[in-house]
């Protein structure tokens, strides 16, 4: 094909004039500034109506107030409302109720005067566009057929009993009923009742009213001058239980009575059962109320949870005797720590209330009138199976005190009798019941298991298949090894969705036919079950399961779509991060989000063939005014051999041929965070966007470990992964930054005591001396740092006075006299993960050495920063240390002389 002279011409002319308007469109971007960061938005919570006709969704801006939206997925009509939150759709999708809350400055000034923060709550006509705002709503819910809205109101000030008021709206007829002194309320599933508890002052008029939405009248179900509590419907909407407080004086709790109502609708029936009248009901103990009751499949029964009922201690009338009690000593308070302890006085500081709470589980069956109780000091742990025709119970005792892995013999219950039966002895997991109650399942010697109840028969249902089920990239001593999952059991306990390392499996409770769904393998796909609704506690092979689907090595991601019995059909699968898959409840309407590390987070709408996505959503369309980086993947082998890889992304002012500064962040595997977009902002440390917008390259590389080996193996892929940027030849190898927090902080410290490729580092809240670390409270949870160590990950497989060369080789205090990198170090002096103490003992340590470091500490702060100054401070100071030692700024005062104490107290 010929093209004339004056054509060439013209296109040439053409081309300059396109490449003229590149150049000056990409110099009209400009860096982002602490200034800019303000305006950064993030979608957080989404919902979509029932029909698929609307979605909403909460955005929420850095320095600046939320907002809810609600959209027409359609005609595109859009509602905004300012700091909404919490979106919740009726069934008939004619409405939407949200809670309206207050800006962030009139919180604090609202906590600052201790004055009651009470939230408002919106109600949205979807059809009209008419908006209600109901003041001073604690809590809200919608009937299921979508007819009634109730509204909770916030109890009085100084008012000892629960309740409040409701209000319960007619939506179709605009009409409201209030009733007072509600402290509970539900609907029934199907929407035609309504019930609620009564709860007064001095508990005049207390009882449970039952409302008929059809007829529009109201049924006093039960009343007195007593306390109610926990309605609690079946599954269908029929039946009705709770409880009543029986008071005697003689003991310091009251005890219940539990009361129930079957046959609501139709001829219906209350029944009551009175412990104090039943002789089998075990003496000394109570029905408490800190268990919800539990209905079961049938309504023959109602399970709840029992416990010891304590006596008064009886009234001391001789004078002399209370003169003397008065002159005694009051007794001291002093913590007894004791070897034998099951757990340590700080986790039974943390488990006080829940251990104060605990009760037995038990059950009344109705029709005989008969009780049970199933659970007991010996047997603690009952769950109910899916039939709640037996339970399994867990017996921890004869492994106690658990200082690895907590094991338990295990017993099947008979709910009718009490009767166990011993059925597992040492076993780590239990994997609950199968829907029906047929089976329990369990994961034992690196296989799944199958216990068939009736039959006690124990079947190994993976044993012999051309996969491995327990996790091989779980680098943690622990033994034994965990599963990689599974995702539950089909209808009729037909089979179970288990998981290998790529693929789903269906493999029947006898093991026999076992099927694999997927092909993961062949491009090392991770796919899952993915459950859209939850519903029913089975899936349903005989629709559409859903799958969600994570590229092990390309770090693609989406879905798929299967039909049990064929291939998985793709729906979407791209080189993005694919998230919150959400479908409408009665049609093949979707809506997710899409995101990549240069494209920010939007909601998509699709129908059922996934085929012409429509973007609902514009988030930081400000991005596109300034610089921004990209991501790259990374393929590097550590100092072992292993195929590792890294996400690194590059500087907002990149330039090929130019040599840039380089920051590597580590934890352990980071690099499936590629695809993930990174809002800028002043208070969040670490961040990837703020350094890529700085100039620097950030680099985010996996780590995996060896047994009693955390510190070398750190060493082992992260500098293997670090030379492997640098022969891309536009990393600057002097100007290399190495930063982590907790974990990553303690390697960090660990790293450059071994190397001297870093110029500089950061480490927040960093572990520093393991031996000491080993024997450490994890104070936050308050169990020992020993189990973290053994079984998780500390990674040492043995105690400390076991294996003491490894624990000091690995130990960045032991080996400090390596460090040349300039460090700076940060902790909350109230840290309960990692005691700020591991702190000291480096900076002390360097400080005598005269080596360059520096230690901030944020008084009242625990593990990570929460209070808005101290986040912006430490986020500016780790700019200010790398802008310092990796691009040559002017250091500040901080950084060459550091703060004496009286010049921070004048301040």
């Known amino acids: 094909m010929r093209i004339s002279t004056k054509k060439v011409a013209f296109l040439n002319i053409v081309f300059i004039l396109f490449s003229f308007s590149i150049l000056f469109g990409q110099d009209k971007k400009k860096p982002i500034t602490p200034e800019d960061y303000a305006q950064w938005q993030s979608i957080r919570r989404t919902a979509i109506s029932e029909n698929g006709d609307w979605i909403a969704y909460e955005l929420s801006v850095v320095e600046m107030d939320d907002t809810l939206f609600v959209k027409n997925v359609s005609t595109d009509s859009t509602f905004r409302f300012a700091l909404g939150t919490n979106p919740l759709f009726s069934k008939n999708s004619k409405w939407v109720a949200f809670r309206i809350g207050y800006s962030e400055k009139e919180m604090e000034k609202m906590r600052k005067s201790k004055k009651p923060i009470k939230m408002k709550m919106g109600l949205l006509n979807l059809e009209n566009g008419k908006k209600i705002v109901f003041d001073d709503v604690n809590s809200f819910t919608f009937s299921d057929d979508g007819k009634y809205i109730a509204m909770k109101k916030y109890k009085a000030k100084g008012r000892k009993s629960k309740g409040s008021d409701v209000i319960l709206r007619n939506l179709d007829e605009e009409t409201e009923l209030n009733i007072g002194n509600v402290s509970e309320y539900v609907f029934n599933k199907k929407g035609n009742f309504f019930a609620c508890v009564i709860d007064a002052e001095g508990k005049s008029g207390n009882g449970v009213h039952l409302y008929n939405l059809k007829n529009n009248t109201v049924k006093v179900i039960d009343s007195g001058k007593a306390s109610y509590s926990q309605l609690t419907w079946n599954k269908k909407g029929t039946a009705l239980a709770f409880f009543k407080s029986i008071e005697d004086k003689k003991y310091l709790q009251d ?357 012409n996505p429509k973007k609902l959503t514009d988030t930081n369309p400000q991005q596109r005014n300034f610089l921004w980086g990209h991501s790259e993947l990374i393929n590097y082998e550590n100092a072992d051999g292993v195929k590792l890889q890294g996400a690194l992304f590059y500087p907002a002012n990149f330039e090929p041929g130019k040599k840039y500064p380089m920051i590597v962040y580590i934890y352990q595997r980071l690099s499936q965070t590629l695809h993930r977009y990174v809002v800028p902002s002043r208070r969040r440390a670490y961040n990837v966007a703020v350094f890529t917008s700085l100039g620097y390259f950030v680099y985010r590389p996996d780590i995996v470990y060896k047994d009693r080996m955390p510190g070398v193996s750190a060493v082992n892929c992260v500098v293997p992964a670090v030379k492997k940027v640098l022969e891309k030849g536009f990393i600057d190898e002097t100007k290399i930054g190495l930063m982590g927090h907790s974990w990553g902080a303690y390697q960090t410290c660990y790293i450059i005591t071994q190397s001297k490729l870093f110029s500089a580092a950061i480490a927040g809240a960093p572990l520093t001396d393991l031996i000491s670390m080993y024997s450490e409270v994890y104070w936050n949870t308050g169990v020992t740092n020993q189990v973290i160590f053994e079984t998780s990950q500390g990674r040492f497989p043995d105690p400390f006075w076991k294996d003491l060369d490894s624990y000091m080789l690995n130990s960045p205090l032991f080996n400090m006299q390596n460090i040349e990198t300039p460090l700076l170090v940060a902790f909350g002096d109230k840290d309960g993960a990692v005691d700020w103490h591991q702190g000291i003992e480096l900076f002390n340590g360097m400080r005598r050495m005269q080596k360059p470091m520096i230690m901030l500490v944020y008084p009242g702060e625990n593990h990570s920063l929460r209070i808005k100054e101290n986040q912006i401070d430490y986020a500016k100071r780790q700019i200010e240390f790398f802008g310092h030692y990796l691009k040559g700024e002017k250091a500040p005062e901080w950084i060459k002389k550091g703060v004496p104490f009286l010049k921070k107290k004048r301040k």
Request: hydrophobic content about 30%.
């Open 255 to 611: 005890n219940h009575s539990v009361i129930v109502l079957r046959n609501i609708g139709k001829k219906c029936e209350k029944k009551v059962y009175n412990p104090l009248k039943d002789e089998t009901f075990p003496e000394g103990m109570r029905i408490v109320t800190y268990r919800k009751p539990v209905w079961s499949k049938d309504n023959s029964a109602v399970f709840f949870g029992i416990m010891e009922w304590k006596k008064k201690p009886e009234k001391k009338e001789d004078k002399k005797k209370k003169k003397k009690e008065k002159e005694e000593l009051k007794p001291a308070n002093v913590d007894v720590w004791h070897w034998k302890d099951i757990e340590i006085q700080p986790r039974q500081m943390k488990t006080a209330r829940t251990d104060s709470t605990f009760s037995y589980l038990s059950v009344w069956h109705i029709d005989d009138n008969k009780f049970v109780q199933l659970a007991h000091k010996n047997l603690k742990y009952v769950y109910l199976t899916g039939d709640q025709k037996h339970a399994y119970g867990l017996n921890r005792i004869p492994y106690q005190p658990a200082f690895k892995v907590p094991f338990a013999d295990v017993y099947i219950v008979d709910t009718k009798t009490g009767e166990a039966k011993l059925i597992l002895k040492k076993q780590d997991v239990v994997s609950g019941s199968s829907p029906d109650g047929n089976y329990l399942l369990y994961f034992r010697d690196k296989n799944w298991w199958t216990y068939d109840i009736k039959a006690n028969v124990h079947t190994n249902i993976t044993l012999g298949l051309p996969s491995t089920f327990w996790n091989t990239e779980f680098d943690y001593p622990r033994d034994p090894k965990p599963p990689w999952g599974f995702a539950g059991w089909t209808k009729a306990d037909s089979s179970i969705l288990i998981y290998d390392q790529y693929n789903v499996w269906n493999i029947k409770p006898d093991g026999k036919n076992p099927v694999c769904l997927t092909d993961g393998n062949k491009n090392k796909i991770r796919f899952r079950v993915y459950r859209l609704e939850r519903e029913e506690d089975y899936i349903d092979p005989s629709k559409p399961v859903y799958l969600s689907a994570f590229g092990q090595l390309s770090k693609k991601s989406g879905f798929y779509r299967l039909k049990v019995g064929k291939k998985p059909v793709k729906l979407i699968y791209e080189d993005k991060y694919i998230s919150r898959l959400q479908k409408a409840k009665k049609c093949d309407k979707f809506i997710y989000i899409s995101e990549t590390y240069e494209q920010s987070p939007n909601i998509f709408y699709t129908k059922g063939d996934f085929l």
